[in-house]
Nanobody, 126 residues
C-alpha cells in the first residue's frame, strides 16, 4: 500500500522559511518521480519541485532559487525547504509520486494518476 504522509507547514510572514517533510512507503523503482505540488484556493494544481530516482531535481520558475527539494533514500523521506516565502506561495502543499517514462518534472506531479498525500497548509502573510 502506497502511503505519503506530509508534515511541517504552517503560517509565517513573508521572507521567512518553512520546511515540509513527507514520509514515503510502499513505492520505489528506477523510474519513480517524487516531489511536491500545491493548490491555492480556486486555483489549479501547480507543480513546485520534482526529484527523479537518480537524484536529478527540477523546479517551477516561480520557486527556482528559493525552494530546495531533497530525498533521503535510507529513511524514505522527501523534503522541501522553502526560503524567502512570499504571500503568493500560500497554498495546500501535497507530496506526490508516480512512475514516469520520460523526464521527471514538477508538472508531472499534478497528473491524476499520481499518488499523493493528504496535504499540508502553508500560509504566508505580508
Amino acid at each position: 500500500q502506497v502511503q505519503l504522509v506530509e508534515s511541517g507547514g504552517g503560517s509565517v510572514q513573508a521572507g521567512k522559511s518553512l520546511r515540509l517533510d513527507c514520509a514515503v512507503s510502499g513505492i520505489s523503482g528506477p523510474s519513480l518521480c517524487m516531489g511536491w505540488f500545491r493548490q491555492g484556493p480556486g486555483k489549479e494544481g501547480e507543480g513546485v519541485a520534482a526529484i527523479a530516482a537518480a537524484g536529478t531535481t527540477s523546479y517551477a520558475d516561480s520557486v527556482e532559487g528559493r525552494f530546495t527539494i531533497a530525498k533521503d533514500n535510507a529513511k524514505n523521506t522527501l523534503s522541501l525547504q522553502m526560503n524567502s516565502l512570499r504571500p503568493e506561495d500560500t497554498a495546500m502543499y501535497y507530496c506526490a509520486a508516480l512512475f514516469v517514462g520520460s523526464a521527471c518534472l514538477p508538472s508531472s506531479l499534478v497528473a491524476q494518476m499520481a499518488f499523493r498525500g493528504q496535504g499540508t497548509q502553508v500560509t504566508v502573510s505580508s
